[in-house]
C-alpha cells in the first residue's frame, strides 16, 4: 500500500481522518459513492472540504493511487469529485487509480479554488468552525 507523504491525515481538531496507518490483512474497504444530503452536519461538509482541498493540492487534476487514502472520506467524494482512472474500476484495491474532476469540484466546493496559494487550509477550516 502506496503511502502518500505529506498527505494531512486528519482534519484538524477532530477526529475525522483522512488517510489509515497501514492496510487491512483482509483486504482494503470498499469505496462506494454515498448520497451527501443537505441535512448533513457542518463538521462532515467542512471535513469533506478540506479533503478535496487536500487532494487538490497534493494531486491536482493528475492521477493518484488510493494508497492509504481513507476509504470513507473518498466515498463521501467518489463518483463526483473524485473519480476512477481504471476501467474495469476495482474499489476494494491500494493501487486503484482516481482523480480529481475539476469542473465537478470547482461546481460542489468554490471556496477551495478561491483561497490564495499560500493559504494556511488550518486556519482556514479553524474559522469556519468558530
Known amino acids: 500500500m502506496l503511502k502518500h507523504r505529506g498527505f494531512p491525515g486528519r482534519l484538524p481538531s477532530t477526529?475525522?481522518?483522512?488517510?489509515?496507518?497501514?492496510?487491512?490483512p483482509k483486504g482494503a474497504t470498499?469505496?462506494?459513492?454515498?448520497?451527501?444530503?443537505r441535512d448533513r452536519k457542518a463538521l462532515d461538509r467542512r471535513a469533506d472540504a478540506a479533503f478535496l482541498a487536500a487532494l487538490w493540492e497534493h494531486f491536482g487534476d493528475q492521477p493518484f493511487e488510493r494508497g492509504n487514502l481513507d476509504a470513507g472520506r473518498l466515498s463521501w467524494l467518489f463518483g463526483r469529485e473524485v473519480?476512477?482512472?481504471d476501467d474495469p474500476f476495482d474499489p476494494t484495491s491500494y493501487e486503484a487509480l482516481l482523480r480529481v474532476d475539476e469542473s465537478a469540484a470547482r461546481a460542489?466546493?468554490?471556496?477551495?479554488?478561491e483561497q490564495p496559494e499560500?493559504?494556511?487550509?488550518?486556519?482556514v477550516w479553524d474559522e469556519d468552525s468558530a
Open 83 to 85: 473519480v476512477a482512472v
Open 30 to 37: 470498499p469505496i462506494t459513492r454515498r448520497e451527501r444530503y
Open 15 to 24: 477526529d475525522l481522518q483522512f488517510t489509515i496507518r497501514r492496510g487491512n
Open 108 to 113: 460542489a466546493f468554490p471556496e477551495i479554488f
Open 118 to 123: 499560500d493559504a494556511d487550509w488550518d486556519d
